[in-house]
């Protein structure tokens, strides 16, 4: 096998495990300082901020999002800057959360893609927990997901995570929590771009 050949299927395996990587840095919220900060998040809104609880796969920190009377909307996010177009990437995005909600109040993601100048091309939310929910139990943990195209000129994907928190019958003491962040490409649109380059090198 010639090197080039081999050097072009390393390229595309090392492609294909990149799937697993976990674009969120601190994506757990372990390291910061106190409650106010998590490194590499942004908290903005209403009552946001670290909270410690020691559980089994979660660490010893989460991101909470409380009531807060005079502004019920809170989130942390984070931006990735990928320096290239990711246009027609499927992205995943996921976290763990739980909470103590009523009524309209709930915790959810949403994803905003950027081009290079900074000029926001689109966004969406998805992936939500309400108190309605089949599998909302108070205070137990459940994973949401959601999957986006990143639209043409993609260089950024702010990740946010998002907590209503008006509306409820538990007034102050209405609370979520996230944890576990997650932004991942789908193995599917690493793979095809892997094997696209190797095809077009083999054909010249």
């Known amino acids: 096998m010639k090197k080039k050949t081999v050097f072009y299927l390393l390229v595309v395996l ?19 300082d106190g409650n106010a900060i998590a490194d590499n998040w942004y908290f903005a ?16 920190w989460q991101l909470q999002i409380g009531d807060l009377e005079s502004l019920n909307w809170g989130w942390g ?24 909600i009523a009524g309209a109040e709930q915790i959810y993601l949403n994803l905003e893609f950027y ?5 926001l091309i689109s966004g969406q939310d998805g992936a939500e927990l309400k ?3 089949p599998d909302y139990i108070e205070h137990s943990w459940v994973t949401r997901s959601m999957t986006l195209t990143a639209p043409a000129n993609t260089q950024k994907i702010r990740y946010r995570i998002v907590g209503y928190m ?10 979520t929590r996230a944890d576990n ?9 690493l793979a095809v771009l892997g094997l696209g380059a190797l095809l077009l090198k083999r054909r010249k």
């Open 14 to 32: 090392s492609t294909v495990c990149a799937v697993n990587a976990n674009y969120l840095l601190n994506p757990g919220f372990e390291d910061g």
């Open 45 to 60: 809104g209403g009552n946001v901020q670290r909270e410690t609880e020691i559980q089994a796969g979660h660490g010893e």
């Open 77 to 100: 996010e984070q931006t990735v800057d990928f320096g290239t177009d990711v246009g027609g990437t499927e992205f995943t995005a996921s976290a763990e959360f739980k909470g103590r």
């Open 115 to 119: 081009d290079a100048a900074n000029a």
């Open 131 to 133: 108190p309605t929910d």
């Open 166 to 175: 008006g509306g409820g019958t538990y007034g102050d003491w209405g609370v």
């Open 181 to 189: 962040a997650v932004l991942v490409p789908e193995p599917a649109s």
